[in-house]
């Protein structure tokens, strides 16, 4: 049985879908429970991930655990070391490149670190997937294209390497079943490094669309992120983030060709796939 963390995340909603078709057993944790969608045989545990203690119950018969430390906030830190009592024997952590290269502001990695910690002082094997920022990170962007076809946002030269959610997960999930994985951490990116410029340009090829993006001053995007109900952090880790990449590119990695056995999903190919969600 693995349990998944996170499951109202892009990453975590492939990972559940991954293991279903695979025949692997799957606990997965939610806080609200009518937010997603779980095939049948999905043994679904209502429980907080900031608060560890809420789940404890279904960590029993759990053989490893998937942590999303953005689901579970401080608290993720506390996870590993029950999981251990539970008798779980592996942990995954989604964590991120800037753990190993820098970028935005150092609090947040500092978060993943923590999380790292534990997890290595949990006694359980362990897999870092330092992950760059995800393809879907670009949903965020939805609203604006169908109402104008124009992208507010800053730093439009800033260029990183996304990465499609379907890759993470199936890396995830041969580090939760294969122990070959265990005690390694990967730095894991897309395989083409892009300015915000060029996600937008593929997104209109992807539609058929012409758009556009317009820099704006960061305050005026912190606002609009705010507004759009995302939780308060969300802007500090974008912009951060962002001014970083503008600097130096974030990293480009060929980690996931390696370990996949196939080339990295680009970009252009998550964008196909979500064409229902750009246009208006």
Not at 249 to 275: I, K, N, Q, S, Y
């Amino acid at each position: 049985m693995i349990m998944v963390t996170g499951t109202t995340g892009t990453v975590g909603r492939a990972v559940v879908k991954l293991l279903v078709a695979e025949g692997v057993g799957v606990a997965a944790v939610t806080r609200d429970p009518a937010a997603v969608t779980f095939a049948d045989g999905v043994r679904l545990t209502v429980g907080d991930p900031s608060r560890p203690q809420s789940p404890a119950s279904a960590l029993d018969g759990v053989e490893a655990l998937l942590l999303s430390p953005r689901a579970g906030g401080g608290a993720s830190a506390e996870l590993p070391a029950l999981a251990a009592e539970h008798g779980v024997r592996r942990v995954v952590v989604l964590s991120a490149v800037t753990v190993e290269y820098g970028g935005g502001y150092r609090r947040f990695a500092e978060e993943f670190e923590l999380v790292e910690a534990a997890a290595r002082a949990s006694g359980m094997q362990w897999t870092f997937l330092r992950c760059a920022d995800f393809a879907a990170n670009a949903l965020a962007w939805a609203p604006q294209i169908r109402a104008t076809g124009v992208v507010r946002g800053v730093y439009g030269d800033a260029a990183t390497s996304p990465i499609h959610q379907r890759d993470i997960a199936e890396l995830a999930i041969r580090a939760l079943l294969d122990p070959a994985h265990a005690d390694r951490a990967y730095a894991i990116t897309g395989p083409e490094s892009l300015t915000q410029h060029d996600k937008v340009r593929l997104i209109g090829k992807a539609i058929g669309a012409e758009l556009s993006f317009e820099e704006i001053p960061p305050e005026g995007l912190r606002r609009a992120l705010l507004a759009q109900g995302l939780p308060e952090d969300v802007p500090d880790r974008v912009i951060g983030y962002a001014a970083a990449c503008l600097k130096e590119p974030g990293p480009t990695t060929d980690t996931l060709t390696r370990l996949l056995g196939r080339p990295a999903l680009t970009f252009a190919t998550w964008a196909a796939e979500h064409v229902a969600a750009f246009r208006s």
